[in-house]
């Protein structure tokens, strides 16, 4: 059993795409994506919803709207979305390597106010841990099921 009920859901009222998409974990206090949203104005919330559909349709920035942390030295999995000074941070995944190896996810975890030139460290910890949690990766697997799917001939064999 789990130590805290932690959810996945896909981000709803976004397109998706079959190559790219973005969900929410909640369950616990620090995963406050939900409360982050209630924050912004309506044309912030638009302005958010822009910059997502945007890394769905496959844009990679500009890095004054959302951009990865790849070579961060804590957390270079992680994954923001800027909305003037709010920033939603998540991580991003593959959830179906062995049945979509292509499928590119972000998580978000969490929601801050950006309060300086540098994201808070213990902010990086944090999405460091949600993206190793048994618990995200239970909650991911209970949307993405990663089987690899029976054909007429049998099984499909993956090469090693």
């Known amino acids: 059993m789990s ?26 206090d620090e995963l406050n994506i939900a409360d982050g949203i209630t924050e912004l104005s ?3 919330k638009r302005e958010l919803k822009v910059q997502l559909e ?6 990679n920035g500009p890095k004054s709207h959302f951009h990865n942390f790849e070579g961060d030295s ?3 999995m992680a994954f923001v979305f800027k909305v003037y000074k709010h920033r939603f941070y998540g991580y991003k995944t593959n959830p179906l ?17 950006k309060k300086g030139e540098d994201t808070d460290p213990q902010v990086k910890k944090f999405i460091k ?18 089987t690899p799917r029976q054909t007429k001939k049998g099984p499909i064999q993956w090469k090693q």
Not at 18 to 23: F, H
Request: glycine content about 6%.
């Open 74 to 76: 804590i957390a270079p």
């Open 3 to 28: 130590q805290f009920s932690v959810k996945f859901r896909m981000f709803g009222q976004i397109r998706q795409s079959a190559n790219r998409q973005i969900g929410i974990l909640t369950g616990m």
């Open 97 to 113: 390597p062995r049945t979509l190896p292509a499928l590119q996810l972000i998580v978000l975890c969490t929601y801050a106010i």
């Open 129 to 146: 841990q949600m993206a190793e949690s048994l618990d995200s990766a239970s909650a991911l697997a209970e949307v993405f099921d990663d």
């Open 42 to 44: 309506e044309n912030q």
């Open 54 to 59: 945007r890394w769905v349709d496959g844009h």
